[in-house]
Nanobody
Framework: QVQLVESGGRLVQAGGSLRLSCAAS????????MGWFRQIPGKEREFVAS????????YYADSVKGRFTISKDNAKFTVYLQMNSLKPEDTAVYYC??????????????????WGQGTQVTVSS
């Protein structure tokens, strides 16, 4: 059974930090990309960051570059999103997802096949 389980979301003040985790099971990761997206009600799901599982290369949305860091733990099959200098506009449900090798554009939700249930991040001003 395929599972992606996010955790770590909570209420935090602006300027604070959070680390989100995405624990994966039932998937193979070699040559795949893991991504983080976020969504607020009424808006489309927005790309945040991605990491190539085998090579470790990363890619970030301009809105989070320099503040967020995506990383992985191969042994734990877990992907992390370290979020620093949080802003109220970072408030959203954050999702992790897997993009199989060669699928579409990594910033597009349609390029990912498995998704977690999401974790709520709320940044107060």
């Amino acid at each position: 059974q395929v599972q992606l389980v996010e955790s770590g979301g909570r209420l935090v003040q602006a300027g604070g930090s959070l680390r989100l985790s995405c624990a994966a099971s039932g998937l193979t990761f070699s040559s795949n990309t893991m991504g983080w997206f976020r969504q607020i009600p009424g808006k489309e799901r927005e790309f945040v960051a991605s990491i190539n599982w085998s090579g470790g290369s990363t890619y970030y949305a301009d809105s989070v570059k320099g503040r967020f860091t995506i990383s992985k733990d191969n042994a734990k099959f877990t992907v992390y999103l370290q979020m620093n200098s949080l802003k109220p506009e970072d408030t959203a449900v954050y999702y992790c997802a897997r993009r199989p090798r060669g699928w579409g554009n990594e910033v597009q939700p349609g390029a990912y096949d498995y998704w977690g249930q999401g974790t709520q991040v709320t940044v107060s001003s």
